[in-house]
């Protein structure tokens, strides 16, 4: 059969509200145009993120029911805790609400003023982070990453050569740690190749530094490692996911990716007294060790999550079915970020609206029109979200990439879900000379891109 078919039957729906072009014009208008800003209920097809929005199984919903809701040592935390081990190997499995409060917690007490911490593209939250905590987030990623339209089948890979000179500059006392994202959501879902963690975790060796992965999408990863990497095509996911892991002293997760679940994240740490201490923060900032943020039954729910995720006949269809929307794109025209991601399909505004300069955010247009097009909500990964005005100059410092990112939620939208977005796409595509920039009229000081305003300039 060649047929990928979804591996599951549809038992429980939510019904999809229909709007019309001009309602939807009238939403974008007062939502400041930004997606972020729209009630998700105005929302036809939710493409902002994979994060928190999968539909869980039957027997995670029986989990629900399921948990236990003591304070301390409950029966669901073990059950977590041990397929958490399991995969991970890590000594200590600190359970937090989300991935960005294990982030803060880990960067409490290793960052600060004068730290550096390399990874080969921080996602948004952990750089801030790091930020946050006086201490400076640097990126290596192999220089194919940064380019978005050469087919290459691990572009997320790290720089080793840059990361091992800039341990020397540096000094290894500076950096607490290395971190390598897996998948690289920023630069696109793109995977890193069991070859490239483990030599990255042989230069941190080297200088004694220790190696954590921010391993949100994990299983995505590893299922890429078993298509494209050899030596591992008769290595099941779960194998490969576990020496991926050997490799690491420790993880950041947010199990609202690869756990499957719609809240909730785990520290995962091997040094005896990095965890204390984690732990006390955590005891201050989230909850007790058993729980940390969250209840018992969400728990339940992760640990069956992580049971789930490693099943193949799910990761063939997940990594297919984004693939074909990659695939059906790519055939009319449009612009992506080649090849197609784990969890989502990246449209390249520059070579899609090579008009509209980056400071008038060709990204943003794009994800405005897609929206009043199709209702699709999608999100700029460009230089709404990386950009900069320098202070002092009032330079305009762009992202080196302008992307609009189609995430895709797991388990939850049908190969006609899909379709529909392709020809909202293409339509899109189709007017893309009629499409105005934008100018922001309300930023935040940080993260702007969740609360920032917006005006279309006119043509
Ligand atoms: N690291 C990566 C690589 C992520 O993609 C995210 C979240 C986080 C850390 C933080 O996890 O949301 O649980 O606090 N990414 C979401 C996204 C928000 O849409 O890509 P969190």
Sequence with gaps: ??????????????????????????????????????????????????????????????????????????????????????????????????????????????????????????????????????????????????????????????????????????????????????????????????????KTKEVAAKYGIPLFLDACRFAENAFFIKKREKGYENKSAKEIAKEIFSYADGCTMSAKKDALVNMGGFLGINNDDLAMKARNILIVTEGFPTYGGLAGRDLEAMAQGLEEILDEHYLTYRIRSVEYLGEKLTAVGVPILQPPGGHAIYLDAKRFLPNIPAHQYPGQSIVCELYKTGGIRSVEIGSVMFGKTEKNTGRFIPSALELVRLAIPRRVYTQSHIDYVIESVQEVFNNRSKLPGYKITYEAPMLRHFTAQFEPIKL
């Design 1 to 198: 059969m060649k047929t990928i078919i979804e591996p599951f039957k549809i038992k429980s729906v939510e019904p999809i509200k229909f709007t019309t072009v001009e309602d939807r014009q009238e939403i974008l208008h007062e939502a400041g145009y930004n997606p972020f800003l729209i009630h998700a209920e105005d929302v036809l097809i939710d493409l902002l993120t994979d994060s928190g929005t999968s539909a869980m199984s039957s027997k995670q919903w029986a989990g629900i029911m399921d948990g236990d809701e003591s304070y301390a040592g409950a029966r669901s935390f073990f059950r977590f805790e041990k397929i958490a081990k399991e995969i991970t190997g890590f000594k200590y499995i600190i359970p937090t609400h989300q991935g960005r409060a294990a982030e803060k917690i880990l960067f409490t007490i290793l960052g600060g003023p004068g730290k550096y911490f390399p990874n080969n593209t921080h996602f948004d939250t952990t750089r801030a982070n790091i930020e946050f905590s006086g201490a400076e987030a640097v990126d290596f990623l192999t220089p194919i990453g940064k380019d978005t339209s050469t087919i290459a089948d691990f572009k997320g890979n790290m720089d080793i050569e840059k990361l091992e000179q800039f341990i020397k500059e540096k000094g290894r006392e500076n950096i607490p740690l290395v971190m390598i994202t897996i998948t690289n959501n920023a630069g696109g879902g793109q995977p890193v190749s069991m070859d490239n963690i483990r």
